[in-house]
């Protein structure tokens, strides 16, 4: 139930530091370490290839995730739409392990992908948060989210679980090679949880930002590079969703090359820069757009932040960023559809889950 709040999506924004925190104690054995099934540490060994497949947000969230696993544990990871796959098919490696990311396991183009791969006979995990799911029983191994039900047609607290539970799986594999973890994870996902909160608090900040930006705009864009990138992506889909506004995220590399021409008098970018070896590049690129009369909103991570920034984020390590990062951009979509009168819960010609392909 929502309880005193307005709407579910709110709710479950404001939901994401305790789920955090139920992840870590889920994902956690009697000493404190993180552990996971053992059979998931062997399938990830004995992968030479990782194949991710989900849909919407959930493919944003494996966007981050590659780049969890590659960092850290040194397996190349692709990432791929769902409803492409079967059209679009990769030459695959020779142990190919597919992993599966869906909210509510129920995704038809991910089920599609995961009867195919079944018949080829390769192994697959799928991380859910729902256990019974479709994808969960028809899947090798499955890994929980732990987020309690997303009610929301915009998935928000599911998409930081997703990405909670990406790291730790791919933290524990690293341990498992040996390899050097460029953190204690236990650690940083508190962290992050602490983090959340500040941006809980912080909300009357985003609704004036979705007030003075957005609320009568046509377009909106997102730029930022390396995993900011990844966040934009998932910024613009949750703006078009729930508020309708028309709205992209960039690579802020690829601007010149075409879709810097769209940029007009007043049009509003939110630029997130949280990627120290990036922040001047994508500084120049904020230059570059306010050059052709772009409204900037910069979000940036406390550490790396100027003048003019629009909000400095709490900071956490930068490979974790996107946890933190996309509470902004959820808040101002929220705030962006309230102001224009939208069905916040319920956009129009969309359902929970796709189960049609
Ligand atoms: O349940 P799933 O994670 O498989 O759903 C995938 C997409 O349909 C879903 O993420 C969708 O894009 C959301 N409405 C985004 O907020």
Do not use: W
């Amino acid at each position: 139930e929502k309880g005193t709040y307005p709407h579910y999506m709110l709710k479950e924004i404001d939901e994401q530091p305790a789920v955090m925190r139920k992840i870590i104690q889920n994902y956690q054995d009697e000493n404190g370490e993180l552990e996971i099934d053992s059979d998931i540490v062997t399938a990830m060994n004995d992968a030479d290839r990782i194949y991710i497949i989900a849909a919407g947000t959930s493919y944003h969230a494996g966007l981050v995730g590659k780049q969890f696993i590659e960092r850290m544990a040194q397996i190349p990871v692709e990432v791929h739409i769902s409803s492409e796959f079967g059209y679009n098919m990769p030459l695959l490696s020779k142990k190919p392990l597919f992993i599966f990311i869906s909210q509510s396991g129920e995704t038809a183009d991910s089920r599609q992908v995961l009867v195919q791969v079944k018949e080829m006979g390769h192994k697959s995990l799928t991380i859910t948060n729902v256990p019974g799911s479709t994808l969960s029983r028809e899947a090798d191994h499955t890994m929980l989210l732990y987020a309690g039900p997303e009610i929301a047609v915009a998935s928000t607290k599911a998409y930081t679980a997703q990405l909670a539970v990406l790291a730790i799986l791919a933290e524990v594999t690293a341990k498992s090679r040996a390899m050097e973890v460029p953190f204690n994870l236990v650690q940083e996902l508190g962290i992050v949880a602490n983090a959340m909160e500040v941006l809980r608090d912080s909300k009357e900040d985003f609704e004036m930002i979705a007030h003075e930006y957005l609320s009568t705009t046509r377009n909106c864009f997102f730029i930022g590079r390396g995993i900011d990138f990844y966040v934009g992506l998932e910024g613009a889909l949750k703006l078009k969703e729930i508020s309708y506004i028309q709205a992209e995220g960039f690579a802020g590399g690829e601007l010149k090359h075409g879709t810097i021409a769209l940029i007009e008098e007043g049009t509003p970018v939110i630029a997130l820069a949280t990627q120290k070896f990036v922040n001047l590049s994508i500084r120049g690129n904020v230059k570059e757009v306010v050059a052709r009369g772009a409204n900037p909103c910069i979000i940036s991570m406390d550490g790396l932040n100027m003048e003019d920034d629009r909000f400095v984020i709490p900071e956490v390590h930068e490979l974790l960023t996107p946890l933190i990062s996309v509470v902004p951009v959820q808040l101002i979509s929220y705030y962006a559809a309230l102001h224009r009168d939208c069905d916040v819960d319920k956009p129009r010609n969309l359902a929970k889950s796709v189960t049609v392909e």
